[in-house]
């Protein structure tokens, strides 16, 4: 049994953050440990959950190893990488206990069963572990004001063969909490601290370390599937694995974006990589629901991808310090007019040296936009702009790099 269909809603607190999620690249208990996240620290902070890499496995209760990460793991993850500490936990709790527990907690984070939860598709379908964050609509957040009503946040985003799941608030009445936690769940209060500094160097030769070091794992993990993969059950439990891995390749690619001086391209490639395996495994598990072999493709292609990992993160594209302008300046000076521009005394005319000219200084120009990644703006471009090695070190300096177009 399942409650009511609660009405869609908007909130002016957690609609941001639910935009500003990267709900694609999150399984379903990471989505809402993200909201928080961001609703603290500002648009991105969750992407922090993607810096490490690596592959850990555990056990399904079939008995197959299996990447996926419970509730343990992520709530470990989510004050390691974004600081939000656990205050309090009540496990075994019912719709009841939830409504006596937002009296004197503004927000939980809950976990339950999907197949009780309205708003997502499982509901009625499937049986899986997921997460949602309530809260009490008394402050008129959601254009309601004290009735009772109590407001879900969900960032859970996934196409599913029941319906599409999307990001979202919901506004349902308390006692049909009874009915989303007719297995009783657990809740959580968690407080947002300030989130750790990375080290993106560290993290990227840490994670060539730990996906290295999963040789043995990996084999163990690609032996299992290929033994079981004839089992309908153990295809559609890689379906599963597969997608929580391109989720965590994604996210990863998306931390890697926002780290100055480092390319995402080979992350992106892979994470898309695991996307099309996905649509493959999918496929495979249909046709052997219906009696069909199961290609041995499918379990060779799983073990290059797995392999693929380790060779890219071996390879890390390690963050360099941006350039200083004023070196690259007098690198390129002595480069193109043959002289020691280091040695010059401060302030020194351009135009005494023996081979400048004003061919040259533009070849300067370009070779330093070139290495700086920058554009001048040619309003910059005055005769007084470039007289000196210093006045063209401060038109450098002053001049932002900008992204290539695409």
């Given at each position: 049994?399942?409650?009511?269909t609660p009405v869609e809603a908007s909130s002016a607190r957690w609609s941001p953050a639910l935009a500003s999620v990267r709900a694609d690249a999150l399984d379903c208990l990471q989505a809402n440990l993200a909201v928080?996240?961001?609703?603290?620290?500002?648009?991105?902070?969750?992407?922090?959950?993607?810096?490490?890499?690596?592959?850990?496995?555990?056990?399904?209760?079939?008995?197959?190893?299996?990447?996926?990460?419970?509730?343990?793991?992520?709530?470990?993850?989510?004050?390691?990488?974004?600081?939000?500490?656990?205050?309090?936990?009540?496990?075994?709790?019912?719709?009841?206990?939830?409504?006596?527990?937002?009296?004197?907690?503004?927000?939980?984070?809950?976990?339950?069963?999907?197949?009780?939860?309205?708003?997502?598709?499982?509901?009625?379908?499937?049986?899986?572990?997921?997460?949602?964050?309530?809260?009490?609509?008394?402050?008129?957040?959601?254009?309601?004001?004290?009735?009772?009503?109590?407001?879900?946040?969900?960032?859970?985003?996934?196409?599913?063969?029941?319906?599409?799941?999307?990001?979202?608030?919901?506004?349902?009445?308390?006692?049909?909490?009874?009915?989303?936690?007719?297995?009783?769940?657990?809740?959580?209060?968690?407080?947002?601290?300030?989130?750790?500094?990375?080290?993106?160097?560290?993290?990227?030769?840490?994670?060539?370390?730990?996906?290295?070091?999963?040789?043995?794992?990996?084999?163990?993990?690609?032996?299992?599937?290929?033994?079981?993969?004839?089992?309908?059950?153990?295809?559609?439990?890689?379906?599963?694995?597969?997608?929580?891995?391109?989720?965590a390749r994604t996210l990863h690619a998306a931390w890697l974006g926002t780290v100055p001086g480092v390319s995402a391209d080979a992350a992106e490639a892979r994470a898309q990589a695991w996307r099309r395996y996905a649509?493959?495994?999918?496929?495979?598990?249909?046709?052997?629901?219906?009696?069909?072999?199961?290609?041995?493709?499918?379990?060779?292609?799983?073990?290059?991808?797995?392999?693929?990992?380790?060779?890219?993160?071996?390879?890390?594209?390690?963050?360099?310090?941006?350039?200083?302008?004023?070196?690259?300046?007098?690198?390129?000076?002595?480069?193109?007019?043959?002289?020691?521009?280091?040695?010059?005394?401060?302030?020194?005319?351009?135009?005494?040296?023996?081979?400048?000219?004003?061919?040259?200084?533009?070849?300067?120009?370009?070779?330093?936009?070139?290495?700086?990644?920058?554009?001048?703006?040619?309003?910059?471009?005055?005769?007084?702009?470039?007289?000196?090695?210093?006045?063209?070190?401060?038109?450098?300096?002053?001049?932002?790099?900008?992204?290539?177009?695409?």
């Amino acid at each position: 049994m399942t409650a009511d269909t609660p009405v869609e809603a908007s909130s002016a607190r957690w609609s941001p953050a639910l935009a500003s999620v990267r709900a694609d690249a999150l399984d379903c208990l990471q989505a809402n440990l993200a909201v928080l996240a961001d609703d603290a620290h500002g648009a991105g902070a969750h992407l922090a959950l993607g810096a490490p890499t690596g592959f850990a496995t555990t056990r399904t209760p079939s008995g197959l190893p299996t990447p996926a990460a419970g509730p343990e793991r992520r709530l470990a993850e989510a004050e390691e990488l974004l600081g939000l500490r656990t205050t309090a936990r009540w496990d075994g709790v019912d719709g009841p206990r939830l409504r006596e527990l937002l009296r004197d907690n503004a927000v939980l984070y809950v976990i339950g069963d999907a197949y009780t939860m309205p708003w997502v598709p499982y509901a009625g379908h499937d049986h899986m572990e997921h997460s949602f964050l309530l809260t009490a609509d008394n402050h008129g957040d959601a254009g309601d004001a004290g009735d009772g009503t109590v407001l879900v946040i969900d960032a859970y985003h996934n196409d599913t063969p029941w319906g599409s799941a999307r990001p979202g608030v919901w506004r349902l009445p308390a006692a049909d909490l009874d009915a989303v936690l007719a297995t009783k769940g657990t809740a959580l209060a968690l407080e947002a601290t300030a989130p750790p500094q990375l080290d993106a160097a560290a993290v990227l030769t840490a994670n060539a370390a730990a996906m290295s070091a999963a040789g043995p794992r990996i084999d163990a993990y690609v032996t299992a599937m290929r033994e079981a993969v004839g089992d309908p059950d153990a295809l559609d439990a890689l379906v599963l694995d597969v997608w929580v891995l391109g989720r965590a390749r994604t996210l990863h690619a998306a931390w890697l974006g926002t780290v100055p001086g480092v390319s995402a391209d080979a992350a992106e490639a892979r994470a898309q990589a695991w996307r099309r395996y996905a649509a493959h495994t999918y496929v495979a598990a249909r046709r052997a629901r219906r009696g069909g072999a199961v290609p041995a493709s499918v379990i060779d292609q799983l073990d290059r991808l797995l392999r693929d990992d380790v060779e890219t993160a071996r390879r890390p594209a390690v963050p360099q310090a941006p350039s200083d302008p004023r070196a690259v300046v007098v690198e390129e000076l002595t480069a193109v007019l043959g002289a020691d521009v280091a040695g010059l005394p401060s302030g020194a005319p351009l135009r005494d040296l023996p081979q400048f000219n004003s061919f040259r200084l533009v070849d300067v120009i370009e070779r330093v936009e070139s290495r700086l990644g920058t554009t001048i703006d040619p309003e910059a471009l005055r005769e007084d702009s470039f007289d000196t090695v210093d006045t063209l070190c401060r038109l450098f300096s002053a001049t932002p790099a900008v992204e290539e177009a695409s």
